[in-house]
């Protein structure tokens, strides 16, 4: 399909346009500070979601998902609360995980799951 970075940046398109159909309100993309970037930032009715997005060409080492481990959430929860200073947001927050696998000649796979991590700490 392409470098890891076309991976990834195409995965972010289709996610994108994935959370729209369903709903969401589009706020940013990429959005990075010292501690990390999330990749696309939503409102869904009344809460903001900060989505990480892990595309995958072949999951021979896993579905995106499955590696969003302890340590790269905690990044991303310090990345959120620096979005939350800086945008003087302070409602509530959720995290999401969108994995998306590119199938040869096929619709990419997507795997969507809300709250997918404690957010007691943001």
């Excluded at 972010?12 to 729209?20: D, F, M, N, S, T």
């Excluded at 696309?40 to 579905?63: C, H, M, P, W, Y």
Aim: charged fraction near 25%; glycine fraction near 6%.
């Amino acid at each position: 399909m392409g470098s890891t970075q076309q991976i990834g940046a195409e995965g972010e398109r289709v996610a994108k346009e994935y959370l729209i159909k369903l709903g969401y309100t589009f706020i940013t993309s990429n959005w990075s500070w010292k501690t990390g970037e999330i990749d696309l930032i939503f409102n869904d009715k009344q809460t903001r979601v900060f989505v990480e997005v892990r595309a995958r060409a072949s999951t021979t080492f896993g579905q995106g998902l499955e590696t969003v481990f302890w340590q790269k959430q905690q990044k991303l929860i310090k990345t959120a609360r620096m979005y939350q200073v800086k945008e003087n947001y302070w409602g509530d927050a959720r995290f999401d995980v969108v994995s998306i696998e590119f199938i040869p000649y096929k619709d990419p796979e997507i795997t969507h799951i809300q709250d997918a991590f404690d957010t007691m700490s943001i």
